[in-house]
T-cell receptor, first 114, second 115 residues
Framework: DADVTQTPRNRITKTGKRIMLECSQTKGHDRMYWYRQDPGLGLRLIYYSFDVKDINKGEISDGYSVSRQAQAKFSLSLESAIPNQTALYFC?????????????FGPGTRLTVL | AQSVAQPEDQVNVAEGNPLTVKCTYSVSGNPYLFWYVQYPNRGLQFLLKYITGDNLVKGSYGFEAEFNKSQTSFHLKKPSALVSDSALYFCAVLINTGTASKLTFGTGTRLQVTL
């Protein structure tokens, strides 16, 4: 979905390095999410933000941090990357309707930690 | 714990034949169910959702899903498969906890449509 962009699309880094993945959206949505996808495990929620001042941990937040710089921007950081953080990372947004909140995903960032 | 399950890792169908991708759910209260599709090197695309009302939900690209409360299922269907439907399909359930709502995904089913 071109309304949600992620940079970089691919990244190879070394163990112990700090890296940042960025997400931007032009949908005007309040809610933003970070997921990681691993083969056979589906998508798992890392962090989510319901507005600029609201940040929440997901089911697998250890080793990650986030920053919501503006309504349109939500960054994911790996303070000290480790090989088991090798995965496909997706950003998503949603409007924030409590009952029918549909999430829209970016194209993903493929991260490899050597 | 509230969850969805996709019992098949892969489904193989010949083009022109009907297809079904299975999903079952375990949710207390009313379930809000979604299907997403992921094409190679792409993000997830929303296909359809069930909130309430008619048990048969129609979505994008000719897909539909049938909500069955007694069987706790939400299977994705299409009357006539296309090779271009080959992709990874995810079922998901929206879980509401107080003022928050989160999407929990199944493990995915790879659909392979052959000529």
């Amino acid at each position: 979905d071109a309304d949600v962009t992620q940079t970089p699309r691919n990244r190879i880094t070394k163990t112990g390095k700090r890296i940042m993945l960025e997400c931007s959206q032009t949908k005007g949505h309040d809610r933003m999410y970070w997921y990681r996808q691993d083969p056979g495990l589906g998508l798992r929620l890392i962090y989510y933000s319901f507005d600029v001042k609201d940040i929440n941990k997901g089911e697998i937040s250890d080793g990650y941090s986030v920053s919501r710089q503006a309504q349109a921007k939500f960054s994911l950081s790996l303070e000290s990357a480790i090989p088991n953080q090798t995965a496909l990372y997706f950003c998503a947004t949603s409007e924030g309707n409590y009952v029918v909140d549909t999430q829209y995903f970016g194209p993903g960032t493929r991260l490899t930690v050597l | 714990a509230q969850s969805v399950a996709q019992p098949e890792d892969q489904v193989n169908v010949a083009e022109g034949n009907p297809l079904t991708v299975k999903c079952t759910y375990s949710v207390s209260g009313n379930p809000y169910l979604f299907w997403y599709v992921q094409y190679p090197n792409r993000g997830l695309q929303f296909l359809l959702k069930y909130i309430t009302g008619d048990n048969l939900v129609k979505g994008s690209y000719g897909f539909e899903a049938e909500f069955n409360k007694s069987q706790t299922s939400f299977h994705l269907k299409k009357p006539s498969a296309l090779v271009s439907d080959s992709a990874l399909y995810f079922c998901a359930v929206l879980i509401n906890t107080g003022t928050a709502s989160k999407l929990t995904f199944g493990t995915g089913t790879r659909l392979q449509v052959t000529l």
